[in-house]
C-alpha cells in the first residue's frame, strides 16, 4: 500500500484530474450571475440555492487538498501501535499519529458541510466567524429549498452575501492538481480563471448592505409588535401585564399568552434589528449579528402569521355581515 493515500472520505477516488475539473462549475457561476441579476424572487431562490451547492463543492474540494498527503491509516495505525506497546516515537510521528484524521471522522467530513468548516477552521484555512457565517447561509437555503419559510424581500441580499463569502473561497482555493489539457473540445477552465466572476461588476457596499439587513430586521420587530399589541387587546391585559385570568386554556389562549410573553423582549429586539445598520467593518460581522436576531425572530413569527389569518377571517366575515352575505 502506497503511504499516501489522497482524499476524504475512502480515499477511492477516480483520478486528481477528474475530481479537480472546473468547467461545470464555469458554467455554473454563469448561471448564478444569470438568475441573481434576473430582478425576480424565483430567480433569487435559484441563486441561492447554486451558491450554496457551489460552496460546498469547493470546501469540499479545500478538505480534499488538506487532506491529501496525509499518511496511509495502516501506516498510522502501526505507529500508534508501537506507541502504545511502550515504543518511542518522536516528536513529529507523535504528532502525525495525533492529529490524523481516520475514517470514521473523514466519513463525518465528508457527509456534512458543518463538520467540513469545522475541520477547515481547526487548519487555519477559515476563520471562526466565516466558518459561523457559511453554516448560517447555508441553513437559509434549507429554509428555501426545503421549507420554503424564508423571508422573500431576504433572498436578493442574503445572494449578494453569499457571492462574496463563494468568491473568496475560490480566491483562496489552492488545488492539489487541476486539467491542463484535455481530449474534450470544451475549453479547459482553471480555478485562476473564475476568481472574481461571481462579484465582477456588482457594488459591494457593506454600508448598503447593512442598512438593507437593518430595514429588513426593523420591519420584522414592526410586524411581531402590532401582533402582541392585538394579543394583549384580546388577552384583556391589565397595567401589570397580565391577561384575563378566567380566559379558557385552549389553543387561542396559549397562542396570544405566548405572543404576551415576548413583549419583554421587543426593546432589545428593536434596539438590536437598528443597530445592525452600524455593522459596517466586514459582512461576516453583519450576517452573524442579523441571523442571531432572525432566530430569536423566528421563533415567535408563526403565531404571528396565524394571528394575522384569523383577524383577517374575522374582519371578512364582518364586512361580509355589513354586505348582508
Not at 441563486?47 to 450554496?52: P, V
Not at 492539489?176 to 472574481?196: C, E, K, M, N
Not at 391585559?237 to 379558557?248: A, I
Request: hydrophobic share 40%.
Amino acid at each position: 500500500m502506497s503511504p499516501m493515500q489522497p482524499f476524504a472520505s475512502d480515499w477511492d477516488r477516480v483520478s486528481v484530474q477528474q475530481a479537480e475539473q472546473w468547467n461545470w462549475l464555469a458554467v455554473e457561476i454563469a448561471e448564478i450571475r444569470r438568475c441573481a441579476e434576473a430582478g425576480d424572487q424565483a430567480h433569487d431562490r435559484l441563486a441561492l440555492i447554486l451558491l450554496d451547492h457551489l460552496v460546498e463543492v469547493v470546501v469540499g474540494r479545500e478538505v480534499n487538498a488538506q487532506l491529501a498527503f496525509q499518511v496511509a491509516d495502516s501506516v498510522v495505525e502501526e505507529m500508534r501501535e508501537f506507541r502504545d506497546s511502550g515504543g518511542q516515537l518522536d516528536e513529529k510521528l507523535s504528532q502525525l499519529v495525533d492529529g490524523h484524521v481516520g475514517p470514521v471522522r473523514r466519513k463525518e467530513i465528508d457527509d456534512h458541510l458543518r463538520e467540513k468548516t469545522k475541520f477547515l477552521m481547526q487548519r487555519g484555512v477559515l476563520s471562526a466567524q466565516e466558518c459561523e457565517v457559511l453554516d448560517r447561509l447555508h441553513e437559509y437555503r434549507n429554509a428555501a429549498y426545503h421549507r420554503d419559510t424564508l423571508e422573500p424581500d431576504l433572498i436578493a441580499d442574503l445572494v449578494l452575501a453569499y457571492r462574496v463569502l463563494a468568491d473568496e473561497l475560490i480566491r483562496r482555493h489552492q488545488p492539489i492538481a487541476y486539467t491542463l489539457a484535455s481530449s474534450d473540445p470544451a475549453p479547459v477552465v482553471t480555478p485562476q480563471q473564475l476568481r472574481g466572476q461571481l462579484i465582477e461588476g456588482v457594488d459591494v457596499d457593506t454600508k448598503a448592505m447593512a442598512r438593507r439587513f437593518s430595514e429588513h430586521a426593523v420591519k420584522r420587530v414592526q410586524a411581531v409588535h402590532a401582533a402582541v399589541v392585538v394579543a394583549q387587546r384580546l388577552l384583556g391585559v391589565n397595567d401589570s401585564g397580565e391577561p384575563d385570568p378566567f380566559l379558557p386554556d385552549d389553543d387561542m389562549a396559549r397562542m396570544l399568552k405566548g405572543l404576551n410573553d415576548v413583549s419583554r423582549q421587543l426593546p432589545s429586539w428593536g434596539k438590536r434589528a437598528a443597530g445592525l445598520q452600524s455593522k459596517t467593518s466586514s459582512l461576516t460581522g453583519l450576517i452573524i449579528p442579523f441571523s442571531n436576531l432572525d432566530r430569536a425572530l423566528s421563533r415567535i413569527e408563526p403565531s404571528v402569521r396565524r394571528l394575522d389569518m384569523i383577524m383577517d377571517w374575522f374582519e371578512q366575515g364582518q364586512i361580509d355581515d355589513l354586505r348582508g352575505k
